[in-house]
Antibody
Framework: QVQLVQSGGEVKKPGASVMVSCKAS????????ISWVRQAPGQGLEWMGW????????NYAQKFQDRVTLTTDTSTTTAYMDLRSLRSDDTAVYYC??????????WGQGTLVTVSS | DIQMTQSPSSLSASVGDRVTITCRAS??????LAWYQQKPGKAPKSLIY???TLQSGVPSRFSGSGSGTDFTLTISSLQPEDFATYYC?????????FGQGTKLEIK
């Protein structure tokens, strides 16, 4: 069965960087992309970006364009989200999700990133 | 960016009720719309894509309709496990924006 297993929670100081991983299994990794979505405490869902696991093509929300990098490692079927220059309002649960042609069907369990001095 | 607006923001209903949630896009998105369900402390669950196609395993009491700018999610007969927050999302153009969510509560 399709599974996306994310790395554990992180606590970071303002200005630091965080990398969240998303290990995929149960399907051919390169035939789908991975979207990243975040959710601040008590808030709604916010789309951050998408990466093709086939060729590494990416699309980022303008809001995150300068601070986020999405990558994949096909040898380990793992996707990564790197967010830099963290601020307190980056405190959120970060989700990866499998998608193709914009359609998302499976989600990771989420990773809580807390930014606090 | 395309703005997605859901209504209502919250809704109280009883088990067995028929419920409809509306999602409006700020510009036409054809049928490039998805619906998600999220329960507290859990990851979202994908329900519908293409405005009306159920994801595998989603009960048939869920249905979606609409195209262009106006869409609806209908639950034909509410079950206890359906009380959750529902989100629409357009995937017509980047960035793929979400509605603000509709919280469905037990009356």
């Amino acid at each position: 069965q399709v599974q996306l297993v994310q790395s554990g929670g992180e606590v970071k100081k303002p200005g630091a960087s965080v990398m969240v991983s998303c290990k995929a299994s149960g399907y051919t990794f390169s035939t789908y992309g991975i979207s990243w979505v975040r959710q601040a405490p008590g808030q709604g869902l916010e789309w951050m970006g998408w990466i093709s696991a086939y060729n590494g093509n990416t699309n980022y929300a303008q809001k995150f364009q300068d601070r986020v990098t999405l990558t994949t490692d096909t040898s380990t079927t793992t996707a990564y989200m790197d967010l830099r220059s963290l601020r307190s309002d980056d405190t959120a649960v970060y989700y990866c999700a499998r998608g193709r042609n914009g359609v998302v069907d499976h989600w990771g369990q989420g990773t809580l990133v807390t930014v606090s001095s | 960016d395309i703005q997605m607006t859901q209504s209502p923001s919250s809704l109280s209903a009883s088990v067995g009720d028929r419920v409809t949630i509306t999602c409006r896009a700020s510009q036409g998105i054809r049928s490039w719309l998805a619906w998600y369900q999220q329960k507290p402390g859990k990851a979202p669950k994908s329900l519908i894509y293409g405005a009306s196609t159920l994801q595998s395993g989603v009960p048939s009491r869920f249905s979606g309709s609409g195209s262009g700018t106006d869409f609806t999610l209908t639950i034909s007969s509410l079950q206890p496990e359906d009380f959750a927050t529902y989100y629409c999302q357009q995937y017509h153009s980047y960035p793929y924006t979400f509605g603000q969510g509709t919280k469905l509560e037990i009356k």
